[in-house]
């Protein structure tokens, strides 16, 4: 029988290198203090992983943990991200490491390597622009000497080249038995050496970034990049049956142009069947054997600039690749979020940072995909503040974990604690630092404010009547096509919330009452397309269900130029943000109402069978909200401040300095408080004693004031 754990809401990583134990604990013991429910183990790295070194570090931290009343997690590779196995696949199997394919075509410009073979050749023609015409494609085993003047000849090679360097050695993940052999060789060796623990400290796994490694990219999308692709056996057999036709003669429509629509509709097909080969095989694979073994799984992939949905650093489409796990996860690292920042981007050594996709889209990825899943309770974590170096201090902090609370993002995963002699260069801050971080008596407070607000933002259902499409479908052609987030700030900053529902979960999707659900709780009264240039059929049709059952679907600015007519005739049209609004406001999905227009503000709304509940947070830098509201509910309200734990009366009236956060709540069976007022003080949170010993006399002198 599956043991039912204790909630969790904040999970640090802990770094392990192999320090003494004592330096171990003294982390531990700095950890509890600091409301921590439990922790993650990783390996920064662990010269000894999956040795005996290892296990008597994890077996001492377990029995530490257990005294404390603490869970254990661990990381499950000797170093990120995962899929690696230790290092063991490439070392005892290296036919279960990533495989690609490419497209060459003659004359080649560079020889095959040695480890390069060609699988076969496609000959055809080409329109005078260039673009291939499917018709004319036909498979040849050897190179067709005999070609006239306007054929060309691609080779489809079989290459381990022209991928992400780091991850060469990664096993593949379209492969069940290069999973399985991961399950192996980490997850039950972990299973047999902590048994004692499991159902009770030992919780369970952690996955890191696991990506199909094809290309060094945020964005490589299929025909605008040329680069080799994931592959295994059984995949040109997959994609026939799923064309109905023989899909070799095609393959070169991968890269490039055809003169009709069949380049879009094999890239769809090739990335369905990659994408939900990642999702079975790895998440829903390892998520599986957890729970057959009284454990649980969480973990985030590669989030950044829209690659959840793309190849290259990404598996092809998010919501499939968080199947098998406990919550829904993202990550913010490397200052990916800065305060103030809404939209364009920023060059930093990382690369390109899209504040647009880190602004309106990454949480609502996780907690729309919790909000989904009924196995995951609405549970959606974030791995946060890692590798913001030491000038992010804690005002940096607080604004980002009510950005993600507000996104209804309820778990916390705070990177990281690092035993290593302070200071350890890899990716600070460090909250601990060996007792030397002077902002750490703050964090204790931070990180109790988050712990109150994340139980808080658990209970009952999410409140919420617009989904906005997920566009993974639509951007797999190559076509152009505009993320999800696109619609985000004109909602948002008429506090509208809104989940993301990709096409998976709208087949899945319940009606009544001109609306639909997906799971539980969640009822939607209208759907929301981003704009795309193109929609697969299979959409379409699921779209078109939609509107039989007089659900509202709104297209943005344009339809897709081979939208089915019937469906042109029954959805509705909006050619702009003023159109959109105007059309989504008339369904009836206000749930809160400003007096005065406060577009800085943001709006989260729960409901349980005690209260319900608002989660509020003045996003501007320098700009209060003060303003009247509404909210469809019958009770009296009271405001609540995490950060003191304390409640003071409510009459309708709000006001939050910038950045300043705090909960709305309508009791249902109990009278709300009447005394003190709200507003207090913004700066009088800087009064609030922490929980320790060591509070230094001045706070101002922090890096950061809360």
């Given amino acids: 029988m599956h043991t039912q754990f204790k909630d969790e809401y904040i999970l640090p990583l802990f770094w392990q290198h192999g320090e003494p134990f004592s330096v171990l604990l003294e982390e531990i013991e700095a950890m509890k203090l600091a409301h921590c429910d439990g922790f993650i183990v990783e390996s920064r790295p662990f010269k000894d992983f999956l040795e005996q070194p290892w296990w008597d ?21 000797r170093h990120f991200p995962s899929g690696f196995v230790g290092g063991r696949i490439a070392q005892k199997h290296p036919e279960l490491m990533r495989q690609m394919f490419h497209c060459r075509e003659y004359p080649l410009a560079a020889p ?47 290459t381990p080249n022209g991928g992400e360097e780091h991850t060469r050695t990664c096993l593949n993940f379209l492969l069940p038995e290069a999973v399985d052999y991961c399950i192996r060789e980490v997850y039950e060796a972990h299973y047999t050496h902590l048994l004692r623990f499991v159902g009770k400290t030992f919780r369970g796994f952690f996955s890191d970034e696991p990506r199909f490694g094809n290309f060094p990219s945020y964005f490589a999308i299929l025909g605008k990049v040329d680069a080799p692709l994931p592959w295994c056996n059984m995949l040109f057999d997959q994609l026939s049956n799923e064309l109905q036709t023989d899909c070799r003669p095609l ?14 509709r094999i890239r769809t097909k090739y990335m369905d069947i990659v994408s939900r080969a990642f999702g079975n095989n790895y998440a829903g694979r390892i998520g599986s054997w957890c729970r057959k073994h009284n454990l649980e799984y969480i973990g985030h992939i590669v989030e950044d600039n829209g690659a959840h949905c793309r190849l290259g650093y990404g598996p092809g489409h998010y919501f499939r690749s968080q199947k098998g796990q406990t919550w829904a996860g993202v990550d913010t690292v490397l200052r990916q979020q800065v305060r103030g920042r809404e939209d364009g981007f920023r060059k930093t050594q990382f690369g390109s940072h899209d504040d647009r996709f880190f602004h309106w889209g990454l949480a609502k990825l996780a907690s729309s995909c919790a909000h989904l899943n009924p196995e995951m309770k609405d549970a959606a974590f974030v791995e946060i503040f890692g590798a913001y170096g030491w000038q992010e201090d804690i005002q940096d902090m607080k604004a980002m974990a009510d950005h993600f609370l507000v996104r209804g993002v309820n778990r916390f995963v705070p990177h990281a604690f690092s035993p290593k002699t302070f200071p350890d260069e890899d990716c600070p801050p460090h909250f601990y630092a060996n007792g030397l971080n002077p902002q750490w008596p703050m964090i204790q407070v931070l990180f109790g404010s988050m712990r109150r607000s994340a139980v808080l ?9 617009i989904a906005v499409l997920y566009h993974a479908e639509n951007e797999w052609c190559g076509k152009e096509c505009e993320p999800f987030e696109s619609i985000a700030p004109l909602l948002m900053r008429q506090q509208l919330d809104f989940d993301v529902v990709d096409i998976d979960h709208l087949q899945m999707a319940g009606y009544a009452n001109n609306a639909f659900s997906v799971c539980k709780g969640e009822h939607f009264k209208v759907l929301v397309v981003p704009y795309c240039q193109w929609m697969p059929q299979e959409s379409q049709a699921v779209l078109l269900k939609l509107t039989f059952e007089q659900v509202p679907v709104v297209f943005f600015k344009e339809y897709p130029q081979n939208l089915c007519d019937e469906l042109k005739a029954r959805a509705r049209l909006a050619k702009d943000e003023a159109q959109l609004l105007e059309k989504v406001l008339a369904i009836g999905v206000q749930d809160f109402k400003c007096e005065i227009p406060s577009p800085s503000l943001r709006v989260l709304h729960r409901s349980t069978d005690e209260e319900d509940i608002y989660f509020l ?9 003060r303003t009247a509201f509404s909210v469809p509910v019958a009770a009296r309200g009271e405001f609540y401040d995490p950060l003191q734990d304390k409640s ?5 009236q709000l006001l939050l300095a910038p950045e300043q956060s705090v909960f709305l709540r309508y009791p249902k069976w109990r009278a709300a408080v009447t005394e003190p007022r709200w507003p207090i003080s913004f700066k009088a949170v800087c009064d609030i004693e922490p929980i320790c010993d060591n509070m230094p006399e001045n706070p101002d002198e922090f890096a950061g004031v809360l």
């Fill in 251 to 264: 393959l070169p429509l991968l890269w490039k142009e055809s003169a009709n629509d069949e380049d879009c």
């Fill in 617 to 625: 947070f003045n996003e501007s830098l320098d700009s209060e909200v």
């Fill in 57 to 77: 570090t994890l077996t001492f931290i377990c029995e530490e943990a257990e005294k404390r009343a603490m869970t254990v997690w661990v990381f499950d590779d």
């Fill in 648 to 652: 003071y009366a409510c009459d309708q």
């Fill in 112 to 158: 095959l390597t040695e480890e390069e073979k060609i699988l076969f050749y496609v000959a055809g023609s080409l329109d005078d622009h260039g673009r291939l015409v499917p018709e004319t494609a036909r498979v040849c085993d050897a190179y067709p000497n005999e070609m006239s003047a306007n054929r060309n000849v691609f080779a489809i090679v079989q």
């Fill in 457 to 465: 933002l658990s209970g009952g259902r999410h409140v919420c009547h």
